[in-house]
């Protein structure tokens, strides 16, 4: 029997290879909106004054490689293995040295080595991040909240992790002032992702597996197939994202 276009769309996105931190597969197939900060600026602008960066989280190494040129003390780390040899092919052209890190409370620098610290949606311990970061150096991060993406759970009747649900800028501010940070800049918004068929839904929640830890495409078929039937009936599936944007200066 020929498969239908749910079980197609189904299993084109099971066949794709989940390589870095690429999400070309979905151009087309969702659309985010844009927050009103641009964190490529900040940071482009931020990076000009310094001469030793540290790229957080830096996945396959795509947003870091697309900042060239980079200062002369340039590192990444990266806490997920397959990411890691990703990252070092495409970061040695540029000199970067990349750190596989099993724990954010003990990262491989010395004290004082940054002058400014980027994280865009990784984790960090506020401590750490003090620590190896100068007086007066910067950090700056772009943080999934604890809000996000929760409605493709509720649809697929998924638990929510509610572990993260006190993770919003009130909390990460705070907790950046307690560890001798001046907060300078803070934004949190909830710009809406739309996915335009089930397929994309499959590859996304492949992607970023903790949204539904152990997600398959089998567990959650009969879900899958209604909300297959979602789309084509409303044109698309509206996700409520969470973000929210930290800039703070290190003091003594």
């Not at 068929?197 to 398959?216: H, K, N």
Request: charged share 25%; proline share 4%; aromatic share 12%.
């Amino acid at each position: 029997m020929d498969m239908d276009e749910f079980e197609e769309l189904i299993e084109e996105a099971q066949r794709q290879s989940i390589v870095g931190w690429d999400f070309s597969y979905l151009h087309g197939r969702s659309t985010e909106e844009e927050v009103t900060w641009n964190y490529r600026e900040i940071v482009q602008e931020a990076k000009a004054k310094v001469g030793a960066l540290l790229d957080m989280g830096t996945g396959g190494g795509e947003f870091l490689s697309s900042l060239t040129p980079l200062p002369r003390d340039t590192c990444a780390t990266e806490g997920y293995g397959p990411n890691v040899s990703v990252a070092k092919r495409r970061l040695k052209p540029f000199g970067v040295s990349v750190a596989h890190i099993e724990s954010d409370n003990d990262l491989p620098f010395e004290a004082d080595r940054f002058e400014l610290i980027i994280n865009r949606h990784e984790s960090y311990a506020p401590r750490e991040v003090h620590r190896i970061l100068r007086r007066g150096g910067a950090f700056i991060t772009q943080q999934v909240g604890g809000r996000n993406d929760n409605r493709i759970n509720e649809f697929l009747q998924a638990p929510v992790n509610e572990a993260f649900a006190h993770w919003n800028l009130d909390f990460a501010a705070e907790e950046l002032r307690q560890t001798n940070f001046q907060v300078v800049d803070a934004c949190e918004e909830y710009p809406v992702t739309r996915f335009y068929d089930v397929g994309a839904v499959v590859y996304y929640l492949r992607m970023v597996e903790w949204q539904i830890p152990g997600f398959t495409a089998e567990r959650y078929a009969q879900k899958l197939r209604e909300l297959h039937h979602f789309i084509i009936a409303n044109g698309c599936f509206e996700v409520p994202s969470h973000r929210f944007l930290i800039r703070a200066v290190s003091r003594d």
